[in-house]
């Protein structure tokens, strides 16, 4: 989760017939940490290189293990890379957009357990 001036960065995804909004971030590696995976997920897809990280929330079910970081990334505003940037199209989209809490409450945001670790962040 990268966070500025009360706002949060999320990637605004388009399809045919689906509009939601995501995180940065991605898969983990073979031999690769948490912390290493999300470090290089928002480099590639931001082209910001994390200063600090910190694990907020983990959240956990039997087909898979979610973590979610608060980091702190370079200045300058995020430009898409990475298997995104090579995915897009006119059909496929990614943009990025800062929300604030009453924004983020309104809106698609996957996954849904996303929703509350982020409202929570957001209304500290």
């Known amino acids: 989760m990268i966070v500025r001036d009360g706002k949060l960065l999320l990637i605004q995804r388009h399809k045919p017939g689906k509009d939601f ?3 940065p971030g991605g898969g983990v590696n073979l031999e690769e940490s ?8 928002v480099k590639e897809e931001t082209g910001l ?6 694990l907020v929330s983990r ?5 898979k293990e979610e973590n979610y970081y608060l980091t ?8 898409l890379g990475g298997a995104e940037l ?3 199209s006119p059909d496929d989209t990614y943009t990025f957009v800062w929300v604030d809490a009453a924004e ?7 996954p849904a357990a996303a929703r509350r670790i982020c409202l929570d962040l957001l209304q500290k």
């Open 86 to 88: 090579e995915r897009q």
């Open 104 to 110: 983020l409450d309104g809106l698609n945001l996957s």
């Open 49 to 54: 290189d994390v200063l600090d990280i910190r």
């Open 59 to 63: 959240y956990i079910t039997l087909e």
């Open 21 to 23: 909004y995501v995180l």
């Open 72 to 79: 702190q990334v370079t200045a300058g505003e995020p430009a």
């Open 34 to 41: 948490f912390e290493e995976a999300c470090i290089r997920e």
